[in-house]
């Protein structure tokens, strides 16, 4: 698996399941719209308000699942980071990233309270189960950055 390869698969899904944890260790879970970065950086709105991003705001560990098991596919990306809220240049450039994806969110921009999330890998792991044996890639964030 190359990482043009990961990048597609990645890409191949518009959602993917978050999940974080509040400031009392309750485990929460949400679907997201999800863009990704060529750094390998998911990147999602939400409302500041929202329990994902107080959680973040508290914990920012977040993990995501990318991928299901339809049509007999059976092919995922689990996936763990570090989530911030860029400001500035940083801001604008997840946010350009973002609306590439989805056009829409710049109309979502009105909303009062609106934020931009990226997340940061720390470690993803890729199954593939379509196959005897199973392909599975485990990278922790130096690894990723080896992958060609």
Known sequence: MTRADLLTFMRGEKYAIEASVS??????????????????EI???TLATSRKARNLAAVPAA???IGATRDGAQRTVQYEGIADVPSGVERDRIREIYF??????????????LIHIRVTPTWIRYSDYNGNPPLI??????????LR
Do not use: K, N, Y
Request: contains cysteine; proline residues 6%.
């Open 63 to 65: 993990a995501f699942v």
């Open 100 to 113: 590439a994806r989805f056009p829409d969110g710049r109309d979502r921009l009105e909303w009062p309270g």
């Open 23 to 40: 400031d009392s260790c309750h485990p929460q879970a949400a679907v997201v719209g999800i863009a990704v970065t060529d750094a390998f």
């Open 43 to 45: 990147v999602f709105d």
């Open 137 to 146: 890639l485990e990278l922790d964030a130096s690894a990723l950055h080896a």
